[in-house]
């Protein structure tokens, strides 16, 4: 009878370590294979992938529209920092950028773009950026995933929305 504390504080003390893990291993280990997934798509980091449009089937990108063309880029600025530019079409469009915890820390659409494209640099500091003129976000994390979403309102401008958007980019400086 005396053992049972015993067995009682292990089982919260195992339950307490496995709820730590989960909360706070879980999100990192989800986004490495995300990133996993579309650095091997890709051919490596830094490198944007144009899947074709969801369907039921697709599970690539959590909770894909049938209605949206998405690219996709895993990005790392451990070296140098990476420039991301998209023509933005006139449609719904948005950038979107995700930490290696999976935290989105940034976020653009169509309608704060004003000049019908977007060029951006994501750099681990503000000192790493090179380009005069051209916002520097700053990543809490070097490596992470970049997504662009442009929405296909119709059948008949989906050819058009696709070549744009597979003029987005991301490169190193």
């Given at each position: 009878?005396?053992?049972?504390?015993?067995?009682?504080?292990?089982?919260?003390?195992?339950?307490?370590?496995?709820?730590?893990?989960?909360?706070?291993?879980?999100?990192?280990?989800?986004?490495?294979?995300?990133?996993?997934?579309?650095?091997?798509?890709?051919?490596?980091?830094?490198?944007?992938?144009?899947?074709?449009?969801?369907?039921?089937?697709?599970?690539?990108?959590?909770?894909?529209?049938?209605?949206?063309?998405?690219?996709?880029?895993?990005?790392?600025?451990?070296?140098?920092?990476?420039?991301?530019?998209?023509?933005?079409?006139?449609?719904?469009?948005?950038?979107?950028?995700?930490?290696?915890?999976?935290?989105?820390?940034?976020?653009?659409?169509?309608?704060?773009?004003?000049?019908?494209?977007?060029?951006?640099?994501?750099?681990a500091s503000e000192n790493d950026a090179?380009?005069?003129?051209?916002?520097?976000?700053?990543?809490?994390?070097?490596?992470?995933?970049?997504?662009?979403?442009?929405?296909?309102?119709?059948?008949?401008?989906?050819?058009?929305?696709?070549?744009?958007?597979?003029?987005?980019?991301c490169k190193p400086l």
């Amino acid at each position: 009878m005396k053992t049972w504390p015993m067995w009682v504080a292990g089982t919260i003390a195992l339950a307490a370590m496995f709820h730590i893990l989960t909360v706070f291993g879980l999100p990192y280990g989800i986004m490495n294979r995300a990133m996993a997934g579309i650095v091997a798509e890709a051919g490596g980091v830094n490198k944007p992938v144009y899947p074709e449009s969801a369907t039921a089937a697709s599970r690539g990108i959590v909770r894909p529209s049938p209605d949206l063309l998405y690219t996709a880029c895993a990005y790392d600025v451990s070296e140098r920092p990476v420039k991301l530019t998209s023509p933005v079409p006139d449609t719904y469009w948005s950038l979107s950028t995700f930490a290696s915890n999976t935290d989105n820390f940034f976020v653009v659409n169509d309608r704060q773009v004003k000049a019908g494209r977007i060029e951006i640099i994501l750099a681990a500091s503000e000192n790493d950026a090179t380009e005069e003129g051209i916002p520097v976000i700053v990543t809490p994390s070097r490596k992470g995933i970049v997504l662009f979403r442009s929405l296909v309102p119709s059948e008949d401008v989906r050819a058009e929305i696709d070549a744009m958007r597979r003029q987005s980019n991301c490169k190193p400086l």
